[in-house]
């Protein structure tokens, strides 16, 4: 399976995006590539070292911690990379608009560090881990400095690929060289927190040499609307992305958490592949309808559809079918009760996918933002209201369930607004087709269970056979423009002198 996601990537980032991507290919794919690698390298020995409480522990206080920086950031992420696409050809506004997103960041930042050392004290959870909250603390001022949605919304690939690649190295590094058994949970946490630092260290650096700090007061005002929006959204999104973790751990305990961690981090893996295809498509989205392009703005959505749904839906069967050995091989045998959560959680990688396309690719953009929070909003309260009701029965399934929902309505109603604000041209027939090319991975893993017992041997006899059918029907019997056009990418570079 790893021979196959260079040319997921690579067909991804040339055929969706070819202006940006002739001279970025090599820099996405490789990125793409470590945000599939790297986890494989770092999660079996993390899940192994830290057991499923470790693990669960480090899980519940980083979520705690991302929901604050999702509460003080604002939207700005988002909102930046579109309004840095929109200018980054004028220098005067970009010095006007980054200047005025880093002070809304810090003026957020030193409000939300009170509230977010308040609430583990007065809930008796600060004292039993207080270097965990410090640690996360630290991260929360030094998302200010990270500044990733300017070299996003300016394309710059390169940059991000490289810095992104070194610091994963370093981080690997440092988790095999002071992670070595359960009381070493802050030394783990505490390598997440200074490859965050590094990143911020270098995008800083980075950015000041070409930017100059303009600040005013009086142009924050312009920014409110959008980033409030964006701000709800966010919040909204996070109430099912990070609280599920803290509320399965207030419910439950870290080993519960840690089970479901390590289910929903195994899907994430698969996701990195589909979840790049948003910050590639945010920029090029946003400038193509400022300019008015709608036909090729309806070009790259179309694209990105088929793209979600034909590379998607084998990842949702494959991780269905080979859940149990995927947890035995990854996490080991202390996390079989996660393998029915791997079956549960499947899904996401197509719901998030398409949540990403209509939401992220269609309704920002196009400055409907007020539809997204209204779908996000649907999804926390659903989220919310079965994580606490399912997860005092079924535990970490419960949980899952409930993050199923939550994803699956999000997708549906910002499917539905996005439909209604822009005209997409999509083509639906492409699911049940890719449905019914995928049945046949059942064969091959019930031929490989026949006569293999190994877990690395028994995923590897499914998936590359699957994998060479699929491309072959896709390329060949249904001549799908998308593989072929990927094909003809990669036979031209290869040969190209």
């Known amino acids: 399976m790893r021979d196959v996601f260079p040319y997921f990537s690579f067909l991804l980032v040339n055929v969706l995006a070819l202006s940006l991507i002739k001279k970025n290919f090599l820099y996405n794919t490789l990125l793409s590539v470590s945000k599939i690698l790297f986890p494989l390298i770092t999660f079996p020995y993390a899940t192994r070292v830290l057991g499923p409480d470790g693990l669960g522990l480090v899980n519940f206080v980083d979520n705690y911690t991302q929901y604050f920086v999702v509460f003080v950031a604002l939207g700005i992420p988002v909102y930046g990379i579109r309004e840095t696409a929109k200018i980054s050809n004028d220098p005067k506004a970009l010095n006007n608009l980054t200047s005025d997103l880093l002070a809304i960041n810090f003026i957020n930042t030193c409000l939300g560090a009170v509230i977010y050392l308040l609430i583990p004290i007065l809930t008796g ?3 039993e881990n207080s270097h965990l909250y410090y640690l996360g603390l630290a991260y929360l001022f030094i998302n200010i400095f990270t500044v990733e949605w300017f070299f996003q919304g300016k394309s710059e690939f390169k940059y991000i690929t490289v810095r992104a690649l070194v610091i994963r190295v370093f981080a ?11 009381e070493d949970v802050v030394y783990y946490y505490a390598i997440t927190v200074v490859s965050f630092l590094l990143n911020a260290i270098v995008n800083y650096w980075k950015m000041l040499k070409e930017i100059t700090f303009n600040f005013s007061f009086s142009r924050l005002r312009k920014h409110m609307k959008p980033l409030m929006y964006l701000f709800l959204a966010n919040v909204a999104i996070s109430l099912y992305i ?3 973790s803290v509320i399965l751990g207030y419910v439950t305990d870290e080993t519960e958490v840690g089970y479901y961690t390590a289910a929903l981090r195994i899907v994430k893996i698969f996701l990195a592949i589909i979840g790049s295809l948003a910050i590639i498509m945010i920029p090029q989205i946003s400038q193509l309808y400022k300019e008015g392009d709608h036909v090729k703005v309806q070009t790259l959505l179309s694209k990105s559809f088929r793209f979600i749904v034909s590379f998607g839906m084998p ?3 494959g991780l269905m079918l080979l859940s149990k050995e995927i947890i035995l091989l990854l996490a080991g045998q202390e996390y079989v009760p996660a393998i029915m959560t791997i079956m549960i959680l499947s899904p996401l990688v197509l719901f998030i996918g398409l949540s990403n396309l ?4 269609v309704l920002t953009p196009t400055n409907n933002e007020k539809y997204l929070l209204v779908s996000v909003v649907t999804g926390s309260v659903i989220s919310v209201s079965l994580n606490i009701i399912l997860a005092r029965f079924f535990l970490h399934n419960g949980t899952a369930i409930a993050t199923l929902l939550a994803e699956g309505s999000v997708m549906l109603f910002s499917g539905i607004f996005a439909s ?13 087709k890719t449905v019914l090319a995928c049945l046949p991975f059942l064969l091959f893993y019930k031929i490989a269970t026949l006569f293999l017992t190994s877990n690395a041997w028994i995923i590897g006899f499914t998936v590359v056979p699957s994998a060479i059918y699929y491309a072959g029907l896709q390329i060949f019997v ?15 570079k290869k040969f190209k002198k």
Do not use: E, P, T
């Not at 690997?172 to 359960?182: G, Q, T």
């Open 125 to 127: 959870k600060f004292a």
């Open 420 to 432: 209604r604000q822009y005209k997409m041209n999509l083509d639906y027939s492409v699911v049940w």
């Open 478 to 492: 249904m001549k799908d423009d998308l593989w072929r056009a990927g094909i003809d990418i990669l036979i031209n």
């Open 315 to 317: 990842i949702v069967i």
């Open 172 to 182: 690997i590094l440092a988790l095999f060289l002071f992670v070595h058994s359960r």
């Open 358 to 361: 209509f939401g992220m690719q």
């Open 242 to 244: 990070l609280l599920d």
